[in-house]
């Protein structure tokens, strides 16, 4: 059919590139991160192939309906931008067309847009002087308008609005579907000739865009990348490649469509394809430069600063488990960067985005990432986030989707009320050789039953009591269970797992290191794990970041600290000691050479820049700087420095206001607090003084003051 | 950032467009329907704005994985073509990069292709010898494909597998993204000069784009449709409208964008803008001629031949409820669309993809297009599909979505076992004055019951035993409930309905005659319907086509079948004197002049061509031509022709396997089918006589042939 399209009242997309003071675009809660994350997780290429999840990606609603309620003092005049085909109702009434202007009166005014696009998520934005959208919009995916013989729209709606969607999108031009992460433009530090091509070096793992400069001639130009020089050498088994083709090339410079990680890239030509140095496209998100750490030790500084890289690396649209291969969310690596994210840049939007993302929509069909453990982790993140945060808003727009997803992992349990892995659901724990999923594992169980409590703290923040007891009674049996089926006495220790009903010989370190800081044994149980366990070199050992996080914060909790400090230092520090730039997804001191590039029985199969590689920051920031809040959004908060083999350290620790400063050494400890009420414990020898506060002693050799805000205190004391 | 991108190894969309052999372009079954059915019911506008659904609209899967094995008697190349970025497996290996050709082996062969794509549907086509994509490819939306540490993939999927959806997307180039339904161009019949503007007669009503020629100066065309002359002459107050701006226009012809219903359209310019004629494009969905009548009487003829152009109009994408307004997809009226096109066109595939439009995606959060008694429609559909054209498959692919669908209804019984509106449950059965909705209404009760038959009828022929029990229980109990509750014995008729547990006194046509031909009542309550209510004019009247279908339905079943022809030519006569083009929504004899095209407290609210309005190609096919299949797929049917008032009638009834043509005259009968086995009854006064048959006498005058395939029979015998 032949068209002619003029001017018409109705085009499909209406967004226009003039800023306004007021407003954020808005949407239905979730559905950007959907969106995003699923651009995101599909950008994954392994030696050139797409290489997409294999989970189920969902899907933003294609048609939603704002609406909100004003009562002016004045006239104003709104301006109206959508994402989408959209119409306006102002007061019930649709006006004509698509209006980009609206007049509204003094008085009770209720505006709804109902907004439709297939493509990217539908999204509104209004300003005005008082009439903006903000968070307090109401959206929902079936207002169920209907109308009876009349014409008389139907008074009993079954409709759920829940609270729009929103991020930092705060003018018009800057709708969410235009959202790109920023870059700089970062230089290469050495260039070679290799062989038949070039190999350079950026200095340090990195992350974008690929440039390459002054192209010439015709031919392809193939272009390997590599964490390490091997792997960019190995052009038939590095991870990642692409290969450009040229034409009467005349010297203009290239930038890559997709994005990389590498420290290093080598270039083979064919034909007359040439080119003259390259550079890069850095990408990254931006976050404020908030929690810091210094110390007497080098070493310590380093590894700190190396995780504190590794973290900004593999934060991104969301939080990544790595950069060169995945790229994905999942739900147990992101678990850990939430953590470190409060101890670094405190950045609560990236945190939201990510459970977000990783929760997805109904139906569920399978556990978050196909992963048991990686539910789970996904509840204890809420309440965690909650915790540091103070944002009970967001448990309110998600509890809903964290009962959903309860009922799911309820419903899978088996006859014993045990969850064993069904067909099709993955049981992790760790990458560890030999390492059995069969039957019910001991691990499982603990992390449901600390979901059931999360959920029945998240219930009772949102106000749900019959939830609340009906979680908390089912955390009890099933805690009572955990002890029942798995304590081993003569072990002392939690038994790995049941099969057929009969507990396995078998113990792991997994179970009996979460039991701790999940403070769910007594003090001679501790004790057992602690030397049955946890110091014992019979018991398998844990070779991932990932799995040292936790054993690590264990053997803190059982105040072996002065241990932490020593391994932390062997085991972050011997990366560092192999030239690391960026902390790995697994760690093997035993391995020797390229040996360490190796996993999944592929040669560069290991990624080197994992956020579950960063911990220390964590570690450091809640151990030993020694920051925890004890009440949601550090309303109140303990802090308990420990020096272990430190002469001093100093640093910040972001908080919903702000950070608070501390400093330590031998003799003294200097804190400052933007926020709350806290404890600062103090170890001494003698009766420290502090002239801004009152110290209390505790029992042996400890001692307390009470800190209140934007007050500075200094404490002499002898450690 | 500043990209130059050069030709990489990847891109987003891959389709190449010259023609292949073999292949269909195949998606996840229903994807494909669902995202058309977004597209086409987010095109209504009303006066230029833009007017969406109110019901959940929802998505395809954007990440699909399609796979099949292959077991080659010889080496064969194979073309491939995705629409969204994808990847390729064979035999378990992935291959590097988007492969577009692919080299297959002899012997075993297993291809797997993962495609995202998440603004349009994820869809591949394959084309060879023997290797292409067709119905029996399997898909999923997660393949749960993870690996262990050595690189060993899973071998516990959870992964649940569907065949692959299709249509009729035979080459490469017919990508499902692209389909359009095709256009003519139609001329003006009339135009005239009306107050400042100009009046446009189409012939008849009709549906498209609008053409305005040789457009010229500057200022704006206003263009008003009418599908009365009344309508698009009343510019303030017809339905739909397009402004289209001119600037310094020199005679270029001009199609809108936005189709439109009409057979008026009046157009008044602005400033020097004027036009000289007008054309359209029609848009129609191509559809077989197959179903035919003819009759010695010309008005009835005149009706058939406007009920087809009826559902030729409302027949497009998918089954929609009117041309000018909704052009949405409901289910109680596709449901009697369904029912016509056994008797026109016989276009299966139309009829699959609006149950699976309909359908949509989980998770179901309410009633189809929001109504109660359209989700009960939507079951009852799927059997009638079956029993005329026997596709068990599509039973077994849409069963799973049935049972979840039937489980949703069932958790919304109340204490009693029936189904009360629910907040946000839109209790409908017509568009009635004053018709109540309130309390446990005996229609919904009626339609529930019937929709628990077709669970056990589809469980049954799925081969799921358990399911059939559970579901004829649960019919057998509500249907003595429903006996129960509101047959009143004193009224020989249901009761409309209960209000807290106590039967109402209102008499309603709607339960009755549904039982009726619902085979529900004993022949003294069938005789105690018929002139209690159906007969009885102190019963409210029903206005729509809609409803007065079923009861001329359930007349013919109780043998009135003069009555109902002589209603026939009242009723849908009545509207052809009035001009009518096509069938209405609503029709009331009682009405004067223009005051038939006001709806739903609007002027011109009526839709002038309504699917539900071409009843009369049903009535005609099944109760006149008298043609039903008695067993699936026309493998058995009976024949029972009723003259009625006419002294001839002839015409075909589509089968799966060609048409069953039929002549009947006072004296003749002249039968050929292309299928099954069937028995001709004969009402007559004397002995028919047919040489290609046995005449086996029944009772009462009436006598029956058994008919085979591929014969031409000739009765004769006396009417």
């Known amino acids: 059919m032949k068209k002619l399209i003029l001017t018409l009242g109705f085009v499909c997309t209406a967004i226009f590139l003039f800023a306004q003071q007021s407003g954020t675009w808005i949407w239905y809660p979730g559905d950007f991160e959907v969106w995003l994350s699923n651009d995101m997780q599909n950008r994954r290429t392994e030696r050139g192939t797409f290489f997409p999840p294999f989970w189920k990606m969902d899907s933003h609603y294609v048609l939603v309906e704002f609406h909100k309620e004003f009562d002016l003092q004045q006239e104003e005049e709104i301006a109206i931008y959508a994402e989408g085909k959209y119409n306006v109702k102002l007061n019930g009434k649709m006006l004509p067309g698509m209006p980009t202007k609206l007049k509204l009166g003094k008085g009770k005014q209720k505006i709804n847009v109902k907004v439709y696009n297939q493509a990217q998520v539908p999204a509104l934005y209004v300003s005005g002087k008082t009439v903006f959208t903000d968070k307090d919009w109401l959206a929902t995916y079936e207002d169920k308008e209907w109308i009876d013989e009349t014409g008389k729209a139907s008074d009993q709606s079954g409709t759920t609005y829940v609270k729009a969607g929103y991020w930092n999108f705060n003018n018009a031009a800057q709708s969410p579907s235009k959202f790109r992460l920023p870059t700089r433009t970062e230089k290469a530090v050495a260039s070679s000739k290799q062989g038949k091509g070039t190999l350079i070096d950026f200095g340090k793992n990195t992350f974008g865009f690929l440039t390459l400069h002054q192209l010439k001639g015709s031919g392809e130009l193939s272009i390997y990348y590599g964490e390490s020089k091997e792997e960019a050498l190995a052009i038939e088994t590095c991870e990642t490649l692409d290969i450009i083709a040229l034409e009467k090339q005349v010297g203009k410079d290239s930038t890559l469509a997709l994005s990389k990680a590498f420290r290093y890239v080598y270039v083979e030509p064919k034909g007359t394809a040439a080119f003259n140095g390259a550079s890069m496209e850095y990408e990254f998100l931006p976050v404020e430069d908030r929690g810091s750490f210094k110390s007497s030790d080098e070493e310590l500084n380093k590894i700190w600063d190396v995780a504190k890289y590794t973290m900004e690396l593999t934060s991104r649209e969301f939080y990544i488990d790595g950069i060169k291969r995945d790229r994905w969310i999942w739900s147990g690596d992101a678990y850990q960067s939430y953590a470190m994210n409060y101890y670094l840049g405190f950045d609560s939007e990236t945190v939201k985005r990510t459970i977000l993302a990783l929760r997805g929509k109904e139906p569920t069909v399978s556990h978050i ?121 003569q072990k002392g220790a939690f038994a790995h797992s049941r099969i057929d009903g009969k507990q396995t010989d078998n113990v792991t370190r997994y179970t009996n290191m979460f039991a701790i800081f999940f403070d769910y044994l007594s003090a001679t149980q501790q004790q057992a794990v602690k030397d049955k366990v946890l110091l014992n070199e019979d018991i398998q050992k844990i070779m991932t970041p990932y799995m040292r996080y936790y054993e690590l914060e264990a053997l803190c909790a059982l105040g072996e600290k002065d241990y932490v400090m020593k391994e932390m230092k062997n085991y972050w520090g011997g990366m560092l000691k192999l030239g690391a730039t960026t902390f790995w997804e697994e760690y093997n001191p035993d391995k020797k050479g390229a040996e360490h590039y190796a996993m999944y029985g592929r040669e560069f199969g290991k990624s080197l820049c994992h956020s579950w590689g960063a911990s220390p920051i964590y570690l450091l920031g809640k151990y030993y700087l020694g920051v925890t809040p004890t009440a949601a959004g550090y309303e109140e908060y303990t802090i308990e420095p420990y020096l272990a083999s430190l002469e001093w350290m100093e640093g910040k620790v972001p908080t919903p206001q702000g950070e608070i400063a501390i400093h330590v050494s031998k003799k003294k400890i200097k804190v400052q607090s933007p926020i709350g009420t806290g404890t600062l414990h103090i170890k001494s020898k003698v009766l420290p003084r502090c002239k801004q506060g009152t110290v209390k002693k505790l029992e042996n050799d400890t001692y307390s003051v009470e800190l209140k805000k934007g007050i500075s205190y200094e404490v002499d004391y002898e450690a």
């Open 369 to 489: 990432n196909t992963i048991m453990d990686y539910t789970f982790y996904w509840f204890l993140s809420i309440y965690d986030y909650y915790q540091y945060t103070g944002d009970k808003e967001f448990i309110a727009s998600i509890y809903p989707r964290m009962q959903s997803l309860m009922q799911f992992c309820l419903d899978r349990r088996n006859t014993d009320g045990l969850m064993q892995g069904l067909s099709g659901d993955w049981v992790f724990i760790d990458w560890a050789d030999g390492l059995s999923k069969q039957g019910e594992v001991s691990f499982e169980q603990l992390l449901l039953c600390r979901s059931l409590e999360t959920m029945a703290l998240c219930a009772d923040l949102v106000g749900q009591k019959q939830d609340q007891q009906r979680y908390t009674k089912e955390a009890t049996q099933l805690k009572a269970k955990i002890f029942d089926y798995y304590w081993n006495e």
